[in-house]
Structure formats: C-alpha cells, structure tokens
C-alpha cells in the first residue's frame, strides 16, 4: 500500500522508537503535521511558542535520556529559527534530527517565498545534511539520520524535505530500528603506551569531559582511578559523570572552575584526558598550560587529538571500550606510593595565641589517613588540634579526615589554616557535617 511521504516520515520515526518529537509548524511543513495527528496515538508532539525553545528541547531531552532528539520546522525562518540550537548540539556533541520543510522541488533555486537554502547554512554545524529529492529515498534517509546522529562522536543532522515530497506516495517497507556504529578501542599498542606513561608518573591525574557521557564509561573511569590513585576534575560537560562529593573529584576545570581542581591539574605529571576538548576556557594561554604534565589523550574523535594542546599519546576509540583494556595493565599504587598528590605544607610559622608551639614545622600530609592522625597528634597546646592546608592542597581530605575523628570527644577541638579562601568554604560545610566547631585561622 502506497503511502504520503509525510506518513512516511512519521511512521519511519516510530519505527526508530521516536516517541517524542518537539516542533512549531509552517506552511511548508503542515503535511507532517497532519501525519503527526493522524498517528497520535504512538507519537507525542510537544509544541513550542518558537523553533529555537524547540530544537533546544529537543537537545535537552537528547542529554537526558541518551536518545536521538527530534525537532521539526518549516521552511525559511522557521528553519534558520533552528541554527543556534543545532549548533548546540553540534559543540556538545548531542545526537539531534532536525527535520525541515521546504518549497516545492520545483521552486528550489528560485528564491520563493520563505525559501533558504538550509543545507547550505547548517553544513558547518551538523555531521551530515540531506536534501530529499525523491519520495522513495525518503525512509532510508531518516533511518541513516538516526545511524549517523549516534554512531562514533554524537551529533546533530538535518534533513531537509520539500514540500511535493511530503505529498508524493510511495510504498512503506517496515524495518527494525538502525543501531549505532559498532564501538572500537584504542589500539593495543597506544593503550600500552599510555599504561606506560602513567606507570612512570607520580601524580597523575584524570580530567574527563562529556564523552565519558556519551560513552558510559563512569564505572571504568573511577576504577582506573581507584587503582592509579588519581583524583579527577572536569570540564563543564562532565560535570554530571561523577557525584560532586565522591572524595576523589576536585570540581570543574579553568577560569570558572574550582581552584583545587586547576592547581592540581596544573602540577600533575601526567594527565589523563578523556572525552574532552581543551578549550580555551580550561587552558588559558596554551603555551604555559600545565608545562610538567605528559598528556595522554582518548577520544572517539581522532580530529580532537592534539588540535588543542600537545599530546604525549593520543589514542583514538570509544572510551569505555579502551578503558576495559587500560585498567589491567595500569599500574596499581596504594595512597601516597610514590604519588604525593597533596604536595608538601609550607613550614607553619610562630602563630602567637593562637596555642600552637611557636616555629613549630608540621610534616607534609600525603594521604588522607595521615591528615586524620594529624588531627590528633599534631604538636598543639592543650587540647586544640591544628592541621594547617597550603593553597595547593585539594579540598577533599578535609572532609575525608572529619570521617576518621572522633567528635564526641568533649576536648577535640579542630583548628584549620587556611591560606586560600576557597578553604572556607569547604570547612564551614565540613563543621555543619560534623557538628564541630572548626576553626579558622587565616592569620598567615
């Protein structure tokens, strides 16, 4: 039985297990809209007050739920109303179909009425574009949309439909849904460099961005971690892959991320990039960016590879596929073997009233059980307990020592000295923890 193109359209979207598509209608685009009803049943459009809040949606629920977000427009402005979304998507990374009326075949060319040539506009932004000239290619194209928008490093596609093809008929051919490109790792003797280079390092460190998403590789990510003995800062895309008070993640990266997590970034010898860019936000001035650290780089997208920064090793594959043969060669290191991630404390100078031993030198904390043991054992009058943290220190163990103590000790008292603001923060919280009154001293 021979059906619309529009139809078509639709059914193919159900087919790809599309429930939800997001959209504002137009004269070029109202036979798709008409199909939309009459399959209402199985497929649910959300309508908007603008094309941009739609494509935006759409890109929102793509980020949400890992499928492909639909958006739907009609020709001219409705379609050029798409750009800013679709180049969203394409930044990010976002798997997106965006499907566009337009003018009759015919007219292509012509400049008609509310004609663009949309293709044209978005093809620096989007992985692919189609323009559909014949009814009969029309279900096959939807369905290499969809392959294209999740395979490899997501991102957007648009195709664009005139208005004869939405109407001409054609026989549907039901097929199963397309599934993305199958997913490769790195090559073994990258990955073995790689092990390599974090075998000889002393303070690695795992910088991860909206790829360990796309690619599902939070688990593997925090196991190398674990067993490296590494901590992890992101980029703004990764913000979500690793819970904000895992004791081993710093925060965000660069000029608006967390001091802890760029100062140690800045002072690895070793960082491991996954799933990132390196933009100018995160290094500021490539030319002193993090000068001690080899950088060993992993991402689907092999154009990302030294684009940016200099790399060590750059390896090419699918995240969690390349971290499956990473993590067994990668070498294990308990806390603080070899790998002083909370560099050395500044020699604590005469503190005067404050109860503490004037000129007394306290020892470097390298670990977090020997900041707990510092807690009570440092050299102290009375019953106050002083740890002090340099501004290089990352702000987690903070918390992690709080754990190790034992508060309802009537004559513990926690005295923390602060050199960079950004400590108080952190130990203001740790007191409504904690319930204990911390002290801050930021006489140094």
Known sequence: MKISGSDILIKVLIEQDCRVVFGYPGGQIINVYDSLYKYSDEITHVLTA??????????????????????IATSGPGATNLVTGIATAYMDSIPLVAICGNVPTSQIGSDSFQEIDISGVTLPITKHNFFVSSVGELADTVREAFRLAMSGRPGPVLIDIPKDIQMAKCEYIEKAPVAADAKFAAKDVRIREAADCINTSERPYIYIGGGMISSDAAEEMLELAEKIDAPIGSSLMGLSCVPSDHPRFLGMQGMHGHYASSMTMHNADCIIALG?????????????????????????DGSE??????????????????????????????MCEGNPHYLPLDELMAMGEDGVAAGYQYPEVTDLDRMAEMLFTSGTTGSSKCVMLSEKNV??????????????????????????HTYELCITLASLNYGV??????SL
């Open 50 to 71: 603008h094309e941009q809040g739609a494509v935006h949606a759409a890109d929102g629920f793509a980020r949400t739920t890992g499928k492909v977000g639909v958006v």
């Open 276 to 300: 990132v860019r390196f933009n100018d936000r995160v290094t500021g001035d490539k030319t002193k960016f993090s000068k001690k650290a080899k950088i060993v780089h992993i991402d689907i």
């Open 305 to 334: 590879l030294s684009k940016n920064v200099e790399l060590a090793y750059g390896l090419r594959g699918d995240l969690k596929e390349t971290l499956k043969k990473l993590i067994p060669i990668a070498p294990e290191r308990g």
């Open 395 to 420: 702000i987690s163990p903070v918390n992690a020592a709080c754990e190790a103590v034992d508060f309802s000790r009537d004559d513990v008292t926690v005295s923390i000295l602060p050199i960079h």
């Open 437 to 442: 009154d911390i002290g801050i001293n930021d």
